[in-house]
T-cell receptor, first 117, second 116 residues
Framework: DTGVSQDPRHKITKRGQNVTFRCDPISEHNRLYWYRQTLGQGPEFLTYFQNEAQLEKSRLLSDRFSAERPKGSFSTLEIQRTEQGDSAMYLC???????????????FGPGTRLTVT | GNSVTQMEGPVTLSEEAFLTINCTYTATGYPSLFWYVQYPGEGLQLLLKATKADDKGSNKGFEATYRKETTSFHLEKGSVQVSDSAVYFCALITFAGGTSYGKLTFGQGTILTVHP
C-alpha cells in the first residue's frame, strides 16, 4: 500500500471558478477526513466520512463546499465560486475505526495546495 | 470545546542540543494525545502518541508524557540532528460521543531548525 494519495498536488484558479480535489485513502481504511491548513497554522477539521456516510461537517464548511465519498473508497472535495480566502492546503487523512475506544491514528496525504488569484 | 496550545516558534538549535517543545490542551472528555511532524515538502506523519494519563509515547528518540494533572504533553529529544528540522504539531482526539468522535484538534505548529 502506498498510503493516502491526493490529486492534484497544486491548483491555481481564478476567483469565482469551481475546483475539485480527489483523495484516495489507504485501501482498508473506513474513515476519511478532510482538513484545511493555512500558512503558519495547524490543520483545521472540515468533514469526515465513515464508509460513504458523511458523519460531521465543521462550521468552516460553507455551502460553497461539498464533499462526497460515493462508494466508500475515494472522496472528492468541491469548492464552488472560489474566493481568495479559500487559498490553503487541503489535507486528506484516513483511519480504520474498529470499535469505540480505539485510538484513531490518522494517516495523512501530501495535500493539495490551492491558490486563488 | 477542545483546544491545543503550543509554544511559540520558531526554535533554532545546534546539532546535539536538547529539545523541548511545550504543548498544553483543554478537552471535553478524555483525550488521546499525538505529536505529528511535517518535513519540508511532505505530508503530516504521526510521530508518537499516548492514550491515557502517565503514558509515555516515544519514537525516533523523541518522547512525550501524558500529564493529566497539568494537561500537558511536551515533546523532548535529548540530542537533535539536522534531519529533525521540520514543523511539529501537537494534537488531540476526544471520545465525547455523538458526532464529535474522531476529528483531530491541532496546535498551531512549532518550526524547528537544527544547524550543524
Amino acid at each position: 500500500d502506498t498510503g493516502v494519495s491526493q490529486d492534484p498536488r497544486h491548483k491555481i484558479t481564478k476567483r469565482g471558478q469551481n475546483v475539485t480535489f480527489r483523495c484516495d485513502p489507504i485501501s482498508e481504511h473506513n474513515r476519511l477526513y478532510w482538513y484545511r491548513q493555512t500558512l503558519g497554522q495547524g490543520p483545521e477539521f472540515l468533514t469526515y466520512f465513515q464508509n460513504e456516510a458523511q458523519l460531521e461537517k465543521s462550521r468552516l464548511l460553507s455551502d460553497r463546499f461539498s464533499a462526497e465519498r460515493p462508494k466508500g473508497s475515494f472522496s472528492t472535495l468541491e469548492i464552488q465560486r472560489t474566493e481568495q480566502g479559500d487559498s490553503a492546503m487541503y489535507l486528506c487523512a484516513s483511519s480504520f475505526m474498529a470499535s469505540r475506544g480505539s485510538t484513531l491514528e490518522q494517516y495523512f496525504g501530501p495535500g493539495t495546495r490551492l491558490t486563488v488569484t | 470545546g477542545n483546544s491545543v496550545t503550543q509554544m511559540e516558534g520558531p526554535v533554532t538549535l545546534s546539532e546535539e542540543a536538547f529539545l523541548t517543545i511545550n504543548c498544553t490542551y483543554t478537552a471535553t472528555g478524555y483525550p488521546s494525545l499525538f505529536w505529528y511532524v511535517q518535513y519540508p515538502g511532505e505530508g503530516l506523519q504521526l510521530l508518537l502518541k499516548a492514550t491515557k494519563a502517565d503514558d509515555k509515547g516515544s519514537n525516533k528518540g523523541f518522547e512525550a508524557t501524558y500529564r493529566k494533572e497539568t494537561t500537558s504533553f511536551h515533546l523532548e529529544k535529548g540530542s537533535v540532528q539536522v534531519s529533525d528540522s521540520a514543523v511539529y504539531f501537537c494534537a488531540l482526539i476526544t471520545f465525547a460521543g455523538g458526532t464529535s468522535y474522531g476529528k483531530l484538534t491541532f496546535g498551531q505548529g512549532t518550526i524547528l531548525t537544527v544547524h550543524p
